[in-house]
T-cell receptor, first 110, second 111 residues
Framework: RKEVEQDPGPFNVPEGATVAFNCTYS??????FFWYRQDCRKEPKLLMS???SGNEDGRFTAQLNRASQYISLLIRDSKLSDSATYLC???????????FGGGTRVLVKP | NAGVTQTPKFQVLKTGQSMTLQCAQD?????MSWYRQDPGMGLRLIHY???????DQGEVPNGYNVSRSTTEDFPLRLLSAAPSQTSVYFC??????????FGSGTRLTVV
């Protein structure tokens, strides 16, 4: 079983719609959680950190459920420019090593 | 990815050749790391460094060497390239308060 698992998608989303997807992690000692965005043939870029109480950044909302060991990302009012692969990233309690999920591809269509 | 410079952007090697992928940062951050990205596998940690003179292995270190003689530079060496090392390589720097910043990547093909 992979340490961090994501539905690869693609999630085909009409422009203006809401899309949500999850990421599960297996290590209960995981301490920090992030969502990164990766455009085709580009480097990953930090979208947002995920805090225990949940957090929002504009149209993006991230949630953490430690009991069930998953994090989620919700995108409201989807824009064409939101089309990308979203990477779930987990940082274990010890050290700075990141563990990446395989990514969820989102395609926003007119 | 301001502050993290990766070179080259593209490279084709023949099996058995060696090469060095360069990563440089101008932000004076201690933690640097190398990842490879393969389809369906996500990014996997190759080697990392917590400061000058200190390096350690990640998840997939075989076939790669690193050194960290200065804070700024963290080169990744392929000793004898194999087709299994065909991948996209990313250098990442941990920036306090900003998460990890990645270089623009090196697309390596080993034939």
């Amino acid at each position: 079983r992979k340490e961090v698992e994501q539905d690869p998608g693609p999630f085909n989303v009409p422009e203006g719609a809401t899309v949500a997807f999850n990421c599960t992690y297996s290590n209960s000692a995981s301490q920090s959680f992030f969502w990164y965005r990766q455009d085709c043939r580009k480097e990953p870029k930090l979208l947002m950190s995920v805090y225990s109480s949940g957090n929002e950044d504009g149209r993006f909302t991230a949630q953490l459920n430690r009991a069930s060991q998953y994090i989620s990302l919700l995108i409201r009012d989807s824009k064409l420019s939101d089309s990308a692969t979203y990477l779930c990233v987990v940082n274990k309690a010890a050290g700075n090593k990141l563990t990446f999920g395989g990514g969820t591809r989102v395609l926003v269509k007119p | 990815n301001a502050g993290v410079t990766q070179t080259p952007k593209f490279q084709v090697l023949k099996t058995g050749q060696s090469m060095t992928l360069q990563c440089a940062q101008d932000m004076n951050h201690e933690y640097m790391s190398w990842y490879r990205q393969d389809p369906g596998m996500g990014l996997r940690l190759i080697h990392y460094s917590v400061g000058a003179g200190i390096t350690d292995q990640g998840e997939v270190p075989n076939g790669y060497n690193v050194s960290r003689s200065t804070t700024e530079d963290f080169p990744l060496r392929l000793l004898s390239a194999a087709p299994s090392q065909t991948s996209v390589y990313f250098c990442a720097v941990k920036r306090t308060g900003y998460g990890y910043t990645f270089g623009s990547g090196t697309r390596l093909t080993v034939v």
